[in-house]
């Protein structure tokens, strides 16, 4: 009798490690100091945030998610080490980095090891190297900047833009793509200002936008920058409209900008002023956990760990090769997976297809002026 | 320090630098060759500032030059064996021609001088996109083969940054027992009295400046062989800080302080990554700390050992 | 033409904002042989300081006062005992590094203790805008401007005109024989290290409006000052004012006219220049070598 109950004990304990440690390994590694500091960090939150709550609804087929957070420091040199760390760690998926460079260095160790890797880069030349194994949270630059240029040259009837960037990965490559689409609908550049990251006196590119006469002025550079840019815009009293893209109408920016930020125009992929129930949600949840409004970033985060649980139940099984496969083509409907906040496609190459919306500012608060539908149906 | 325990504490080195990664996986034998890198980086560094005397805040710069040529080179179609050289004596003339103008004021405007050399090579090299592919950089930089053999391998690519380190270490090495060595450390003492010595302190200070660029050089052709990814973020202003970090941390003037002072810049971060958001809070602390505590460096421990006991044994033996 | 004077005015505007962040730098390096690189992080901390303290619901003078109160105790008195103190014997190097160890250890705790994001900083003046000969100034411009001049002047004021600062300026130019005068040497060093914690957070107060407090707003402030004190004259306050404006108006100037992806490096140019041809700055006195 009593032989039985060290031996129960035995095997109950064996039972309890051995789910233990059935858990998906997810690797998170992000920008979460440095230059990049402030996009990682509302990617790494949305990340946790998604992990919290579905592990809170049992997991995914069973298994709970483990998830470990690592920071780049900005630099790709570091993101490579990161991402061999990850992949020696057993990593079932990858989330991250966000900065293009740093992504492509790790992209390459994470294809060679067959992991899924999630990100939130916008360069367009990640999704076009054949790698099947890397997939998107946002619109690649490709997708987007055509939006914008379409809705300068049709719904504001412009023919010659003003540009304005940061001279980074980030704000070149975005100025490289729109530049591109903007002559392809049929736009003039009239301007054409590099701008640098911290850059405090937005004069001198003000000035020179405004000396190209343009009939608008888009303007792609980070947070701090854009709130500068805006204020001495207003301050110089520009009379055009001002387009961006996702950045420019952040909720960020709004608050640094004041009452200068009124009046700007974006396209934005995600934001968490869309006219739609879920994202409301998942807003007042991230404030309620992290104690501040979440940007683009934070939306990228958490719907990546939604997209990794579509691609696993897809599958069937917990198998990265599986996994990968059932994630091109595949349809994410916000109905069925409510984490994805709005339905989504992921195509043959890792790039998404979604709706967005183009938004004004109106007193402090965006406003969605057009939803532009998804190319694939729903 | 006696003989045999320098020939003991040598030969643990050689088999942990030559064992332990067989026993790493893929990150630690990348980390190790990240800390390669700047060992070879700071020893060059260490000649300047350590041996020479020299402040020198720009660093940085000619290591984003040895990782350029190199990238510029592979992409051009050239072997490595041909960038790694031409890295090393573009920094060398790069050395040259900074050092001689700068080299004429004294020495915290030598720093500041250096410090803006570095912000100009980054400006270069994030604008001009002809050259170094800008802000996106240049990706998929080969590795290097030697007589048909393939690096390409992790641990392949290891053990030829170690041997790169050890000849290079074997070559300042020799350089310091030589003439010129006395030269710097005569230098780094009292430029002044060393001049009335006759030593021609302009020539042999713009010797140590060009030598540790070149140095630098061939840690920037390393570091674009391991990461495969040359972009401008590395050799920012930052960077040229931190490897000045290292050389104080390690011992500036002692040998092996740039092995030391390259494990805390490029190692301790990763030791503290268990302290989440706070592993570089942990960092900075920590180098306030051992800089505080050991101004001399890590490696100047025995230099204070010896001067106490010097002190306790000229106190015992002044006592009437 | 206005547009001209545009670029020269925003450009007094932020170059004295430059200006103000290096004001301390160049008293800390005079009157201790101080070089502090984390006089960046000196004016980020009292930043964030002010702002929790608003945000705690002080008014913003009473939060002012109290981050005053608490930098010179921390960023004065402990940043000398614990660092400066036990370091400077050992040449000024160490100091460096040790100054570099602490700026990348209280960016970080700002950013993991506090947050990453930037945060809008309430100002001292109001937002309108003012047309002036075609040129358009914002009040906060010339607040700004106002203040730094105050500041630098009061600051040469000090140093020239009073008992303690012409004391502090002996132990500045030669340690040993101020000694021997008779002077407090020890405490006037402190002094120097309070009046750098009080202008770090005068600093704070005038520039974190236009500038966001953000984590890293040190780092580009700390490079930006420190150019600016270095080709003013890196022993002279007024030096770093004018040398702030020229970086401010080169910059502006450079943008516009030149190149602007190279827009940094006209400050920079003038910065080599500066150091090659005159070292101690343009209203710099020039140092001797000592044997």
Redesign the interface.
Known sequence: MNAKLPAAAVVACLLAASTAHAQIKIAVIQE????G??A??NFKNGVDLAVKEINAAGGILGQKLDAT???T?????VA???A??A??DGAFAVFGPTF??SM??SM??TRRAEVPNFTGAD?A?LTQQGNPYIFRTSFTQLISMPRVAHYLASALKARRVAVIFV???FG??GRDAFVKAAVAAGLTVTAD????A?Q??F???V??AR?SDPDALFVYTN??ES??CLRELR???FARPIVGETTLAGQ?VI??A??AANGVLAHVGLTVDAPIPAVHEFRARFEKAYK?VPDHNGIKGYTSVFFLKAGIEAAGKLDRVAVARALHGLKIRAAKQPGVLMDVAIDDHGDLDRASFIVQVKDGKQEVKEVLPPVARF | MTRRSHWLIGGAAAVVLLGAPGLLRGYGVYLLGYWLVFVVATMGLNLTVGYAGQVSLGHAAFLGVGAYSVAIAMKAGCSFWLGLPVAAALCFVLGLGLGFPALRVQSIYLAFATLGFNVAMWLVMRNEEWLTGGTSGINDVGRPAVLGWSLSGSLAYYYFELAVAAVLGALLWRLLRSPWGKAFTALRDNPIRAESLGIDVQAYTLLAFAIGAAYAGVAGALFAGLVQFVEPTPFSLGASFLMYLMVVVGGAGSFFGPAVGAAVGVLLPEWLRFAQGWYLVAFGACVVLLVRWLPGGLLGIPDRVRARRARAAAATRGRP | MADFLQLLVSGLATGSIYALAGLGFTLLWQASGTLNFAQGEFVMLPAFGILALSGLGLPLPVAFAVTCAVAVVVLGWGFKRGIADPLLRSGHMPVVVATLGLSIALRNAVRAGYSAEAHPFPSVFGDDLFHIAGVVVTRIDLGTLAAALVLVLGTQAFLARTVTGRAMQAVAQDPDSAVVVGIDVPRMILYAFAVNAVLACAAALLVTPTYLAKFDMGESLGTKAFFAAVIGGFNNARGTLLGGIVVGVCENLAAAYVSASYKDAVALALFLFVLLVRPQGLLGKPVERRV
């Open positions: 979460l100091s440095g230059t500091a402030t990682g960090t957070f690592e920071d420091q900005s630099n790709p040199g490579k080490g990161l061999l760390k992949v020696d293009s460079g492509l260095v390459a160790q360069a030349t001279n980074n990965d070149k490559g200002v590099s701008t640098e911290g405090l006196d004069s001198a590119p000035l020179k000396q947070e701090e709130a500068r301050k110089q009293a960020r608050e640094l004041g009452a501040y």
